[in-house]
């Protein structure tokens, strides 16, 4: 308690500084200030709306049609590019905190545990990330390397953000949520653009990027990005080996070859070297080992999308991309590799004038080839099928119907997909919005999602550290090929209300029912080698459980130069393994319950000071997160406490095309943990880090 009320003091204090320094005269508000920041760059439509004017944002992920926030029957938070400009944040990942209902974690340099209601870890597969319609899918496990989801931040126009189901219309693993990273257009991005700077923990980092014309209707850029966070977070008890370098190149075109065609095509090659500390097995004594080494990562893509608008409320468009991702892991002699081949078609159209139906089809082929760990002839890593082809077949329909004209509208829709380890799976939505006035909506929905197996269920054969070194029992997670998809049954109800052109409030409440949740199940040991026992650890469909919270967003501007922005995230999970499965087994699998947090609380407050000078000031409070350590290991940690962490971000533009930055992170803290890298449990015994306090300049030109 006395944390709380030392650090609500404080943050108190300097919000009400900070709102008794006047704006300049000479300013009519906040949004002029933006206008000017510079005419080389086109500003996005998003950053010049008002407050009286967010029912009106722009969302295309809802329906995959053109719609509104205030027009969407779903929770859905945009996040603009003044919010993206102005939070300080140096990657895409540490951007979705202040979104309501996402649990975003930082475990170290280069890796986060991202989720939305629920089931967060590192490797957390109920999330659905797109880039500009590129769906950024790990076949490995389901999820994301979120170090490879890099762009430059200024070129990114929102970023769409729906929790709860979107399986409808995006398919298999859009079980909790969905995001979609949208990036301007190159007609947006015309000219010269340097961003570079540095700090105590990014160390250093660049962004040139410079955009020009092909044609009369057609527009380029090109860019270059990478940072160096070569000082590691505070290890608590060891070597964190968690320094991370990065670097990016793409590069985008845009054409217009008729008034009612569209074609884009962008490309990017990512190279990225990240510090990695696991404890491995080994068969001679101490029977495991830190492993200190560099995850080598180079992936990459060609996309290419034809937009065709047949009238104003009929378009079609095909989208087709190859996405490759390549790891070497140096220690093991490891490398795993995939490429990606997919191909996307959509056609809506009206029927009548109470109708919007929308149908699409798709194919994905993924290559995969995956080796055994050459240092140990296997023993670490074996993988059942070393090199496979998995295919992924896709349709999907909705209709949506004015029940009652501008006031009451149905939706219904489902996607039926095939893929290679599940067969067919089905999954429907039924969504009722009401809109009594042009400033309210309520809606509801239910909604069936699958998360489907991966190729680790279905091949990976992995060997953890001993368990017992008398007998020498070593656990190994064994594929299983008859590994069921996780399901959800969804129900959603939420209200959205501009009360006044200075207040705004968006709720969501929602209970989710989960079936066939996967469980690790011990099975007897057997003879191994050296003398050693192995003891398979099956994954398999053995708990169910259901969650249910309450997200609330709100905006208010007191004052044309002054705006706050509040975000409140409850939720409640409870597990249930099968009762037949052995104690500690139930204990184990219940305990990922408690690595998402019931409480969750984000507040910024955003002052224009006049004189072309903005200070922003970002709070955040994080409630108890348990259940790391359901065995009592030795040396390994059960439970993260409670933290609050403030940042402050000041600029000023001394010139039209320049400006000045200086950012905190974690200002109150010196060091605390967000999360704790538990991929397989406290077996894999992967040290802590805690994250630093930390602060960097930035140097923007716009030429």
């Known amino acids: 308690m006395t944390l709380w009320c030392r650090t609500f003091a404080v943050f ?80 895409i990942a540490e951007l979705l905190r202040r979104v309501p209902g996402m649990d975003m974690a930082r475990i170290n340099n280069d890796t986060w545990a991202i989720s939305a209601r629920g089931f967060n870890d590192q490797y957390a597969d109920f999330l659905l990330v797109q880039v500009d319609g ?87 850029r090109v860019y270059g990005e990478g940072f160096d966070r070569l000082r590691e977070q505070f290890p608590e ?34 190279h990225s070297r990240a510090g990695q500390s696991y404890n491995y097995p080994q068969l001679a004594p101490p029977f495991s080992f830190q492993d200190l080494e560099y995850e080598i990562t180079d992936a990459g893509h060609l ?50 004038d109470r109708q919007k139906f929308v149908y699409g089809f798709g194919y994905r082929l993924v290559d995969s080839s995956l080796e055994n760990s050459q240092m140990d002839n296997g023993f670490i890593f074996t993988w059942d099928r070393p090199h496979r082809f998995t295919n992924l077949i896709s349709a999907f329909v909705q209709d949506q119907i004015a029940a009652v004209k501008d006031k009451l509208r149905v939706t219904l829709g489902t996607k039926i997909e095939h893929n290679d380890f599940t067969g067919f799976e089905i999954q429907p939505t039924a969504r009722l919005l009401w809109t009594p006035t042009a400033l309210q909506s309520a809606w509801m929905a239910v909604s069936r999602a699958v998360r489907t197996p991966s190729l680790l269920e279905e091949s990976i054969l992995l060997t953890l550290a001993p368990v017992s070194v008398s007998p020498l029992v070593f656990p190994r997670i064994t594929f299983n090929t008859g590994f069921k ?98 104690p500690d087994i139930i204990a184990a699998a219940e305990s990922s319950q408690g690595h998402s947090p019931e409480h969750q609380v984000y507040v910024q407050s955003s002052w224009d000071l006049g004189r072309e000078v903005k200070f922003d000031l970002m709070g955040r409070y994080v409630s108890r997160l348990t259940g790391f350590n359901p065995g009592n290991i030795p040396g390994f940690p059960n439970e993260i406490d409670q933290y609050i962490a403030v940042d402050t971000r000041l600029a000023w533009r001394p010139l039209k095309k320049w400006e000045l930055s200086i950012v905190g992170q974690n200002l109150f803290d010196n060091h605390h943990p967000e999360f704790i890298s538990s991929p397989q449990g406290p077996l894999l015994r992967t040290p802590v880090a805690e994250i630093r306090r930390s602060v960097y300049g930035m140097i923007k030109w716009n030429f």
């Open 237 to 270: 008890n060891t070597d964190t080996n968690d320094r991370w370098y990065n670097g990016d190149l793409g590069a985008r075109v845009d054409l217009n070859p008729s008034i009612n065609d569209a074609v884009r095509i962008d490309t990017q090659y990512v």
């Open 12 to 91: 108190l204090a300097l919000m009400l500084m900070a709102a008794n320094s006047p704006a300049s005269p000479d300013k009519d508000s906040a949004q002029q200030n933006e206008k000017s920041a510079g005419d080389t760059q086109l500003p996005s439509r998003l950053s010049q709306l008002g407050l009286e004017q967010l029912m009106n944002i722009e969302v295309t992920t809802v329906s995959r049609t053109e719609s509104t926030v205030g027009r969407s029957a779903a929770a859905v938070y945009v996040i603009t590019q003044e919010d993206i400009r102005r939070s300080g944040a140096t990657t």
């Open 485 to 582: 998809s996780e399901e959800v049954i969804a129900y959603e109800l939420g209200y959205r209300n501009q009360i006044s052109k200075k207040f705004s409030v968006d709720t969501a409440a929602f209970y989710n029912d989960y079936q066939r949740l996967r469980v690790g199940v011990f099975e007897s040991p057997s003879p191994g080698p050296g003398g050693s026992f192995i003891a398979p650890l099956f994954i398999e469909n053995r708990m169910r459980g259901d969650t249910y919270g309450l997200e609330v967003a709100a905006n208010w501007r007191p004052a044309k130069f002054w705006r706050l922005y509040v975000a409140y995230s409850f939720l409640k999970m409870r597990l249930h393994a099968d009762p037949a499965l052995a």
């Open 303 to 352: 996309l290419g999308k034809w937009t065709h608008t047949i009238n104003k409320d009929s378009s079609l468009y095909l989208l087709a991309y190859w996405d490759h991702f390549g790891q070497k892991i140096e220690n093991l002699a490891q490398y795993l590799r995939w490429d990606t081949y997919d191909v996307d078609f959509q056609h809506n159209f009206p029927i009548g």
């Open 134 to 220: 590129r769906t950024v899918y790990n076949p490995l496990f389901g999820g994301v390397y979120w170090d490879s989801v890099v762009y430059p931040l200024e070129d990114i126009e929102r970023i769409e953000v729906i929790r709860g189901p979107g399986a409808s219309v995006w398919g298999a693993n859009a079980v909790n949520g969905v995001i979609n990273i949208i990036t301007k257009p190159a007609k947006e991005t015309q000219g010269g653009f340097l961003a570079t700077g540095g700090g105590n923990q990014e160390l250093g980092f660049g962004t040139l990027r410079y955009g020009g014309k092909l044609g009369e209707n057609a527009w380029y």
